[in-house]
Nanobody
C-alpha cells in the first residue's frame, strides 16, 4: 500500500506560478506517476504523467506551461505550473500506477484569480 499526500495548492493570480508536491509513503521508482485535476461539475482529467523511466506526457491544455518531475530518492513527484489560467482551477490529485496497483491522494485545491 502506497499513501500519497499532495501539498502546495492555493490561490494564485492568473499568469502566476505554483508548484504542487506529492509525497509517497513508499518507493515509487517503478510507478507511473500522474497529476489529475477535477474542476467543479466536470470529470477528473489527466494533466500530466511521468513513467518510471522519465517519459512524460501532458494534456494539450497545459503543454508548454506545466512541468512534471520526480525525485525517486525522496519518493516525491512535482507539478510546476506556470502562466496559470483561470481554467486551471480545480482539485489536483496525485496518482501512482503500476499494473494492478492504483493509488490516489486526497487532492489539493488550486484556485486562480483573474
Amino acid at each position: 500500500q502506497v499513501q500519497l499526500v499532495e501539498s502546495g495548492g492555493g490561490l494564485v493570480q492568473a499568469g502566476g506560478s505554483l508548484r504542487l508536491s506529492c509525497a509517497a509513503s513508499g518507493r515509487i521508482f517503478s510507478f507511473t506517476m500522474g497529476w489529475y485535476r477535477q474542476a467543479p461539475g466536470k470529470q477528473r482529467e489527466l494533466v500530466a504523467r511521468i513513467t518510471g523511466g522519465g517519459t512524460t506526457n501532458y494534456a494539450d491544455s497545459v503543454k508548454g506551461r506545466f512541468i512534471i518531475s520526480r525525485d525517486n530518492v525522496k519518493n516525491t513527484v512535482y507539478l510546476q505550473m506556470k502562466r496559470r489560467k483561470p481554467e486551471d482551477k480545480g482539485v489536483y490529485y496525485c496518482n501512482a500506477l503500476l499494473t494492478d496497483y492504483d493509488y490516489w491522494g486526497q487532492g489539493t485545491q488550486v484556485a486562480v484569480s483573474a
